[in-house]
């Protein structure tokens, strides 16, 4: 399962407004604002546009959404195991920051190499050949591959190109797929389309990533 999205600037405040377009019967919109600097503050809004518009509104920092987890995860006896790409190991050190992460935190794989998709999580190489590293089905496999190499309940799995080069026409740079996977469940890749820096579009993937497993892992 896919989703896109798109993001902007906003000029006057020089933050980063990410912008999520579901596909789904319901519309339902996610906006994530990222202000400049390296992984600062953040605010995220939830809009579901169907019958009813319910919209959420919160500040959080990194750390803060880790709490979250820390209380979520541990509290339905469950625990997560990361795959990393692009952004080389940041959602694994920001979980294990925070004193008592190995109550919830399994292991991460860091496999920024396509060799290392291939021998730490099994991707197949026919799968990299054809889609490439950034890509859904790739980072679907990096899912499966997480799981099945690891005791974790939860994976997540990001794989993009946050620049400065390295873009193409069709992944220019800011494209990131991040997935989402429960045990036993069907893997879910979102498509972004981050802007800022090198050092913006990691912080936004590590944001994105941490605010999708919170809103999953709660509502399942």
Not at 180 to 195: C, G, L, N, S, T
Request: net charge negative.
């Amino acid at each position: 399962m896919t989703r896109d999205s798109g993001a902007m600037r906003t000029a006057r405040t020089g933050r980063f407004a990410l912008k999520v377009a579901l596909e789904s019967p319901f519309q339902p919109r996610f906006y994530l604002f990222v202000d400049t600097g390296v992984c600062p503050q953040i605010g995220t809004s939830f809009r579901h546009n169907s019958a009813m518009t319910v919209t959420y509104d919160a500040h959080h920092s990194i750390a803060s959404l880790v709490d979250q987890l820390a209380t979520l995860l541990p509290g339905r006896g469950e625990t997560l195991a990361t795959s990393e790409s692009c952004t080389g190991g940041m959602i694994a050190a920001a979980c294990t920051d925070r004193a008592g992460s190995s109550e919830w935190f399994e292991r991460g794989f860091v496999t920024y190499s396509n060799a290392a998709k291939r021998d730490s999580l099994g991707v197949d190489a026919e799968l990299l050949e054809r889609y490439g590293a950034v890509s859904e089905a790739v980072v679907a496999a990096m899912l499966e591959g997480t799981l099945s190499h690891s005791l974790a309940d939860w994976a997540i799995a990001v794989s993009g190109v946050a620049g400065p080069g390295g873009g193409s026409d069709d992944k220019p740079v800011g494209t990131v797929f991040i997935g989402w996977m429960e045990r036993d469940r069907a893997p879910e890749v979102i498509r972004y389309q981050f802007e800022g820096t090198r050092d913006e579009v990691r912080c936004q993937s590590v944001v994105a990533a941490l605010v999708g497993l919170r809103e999953r892992a709660d509502a399942g």
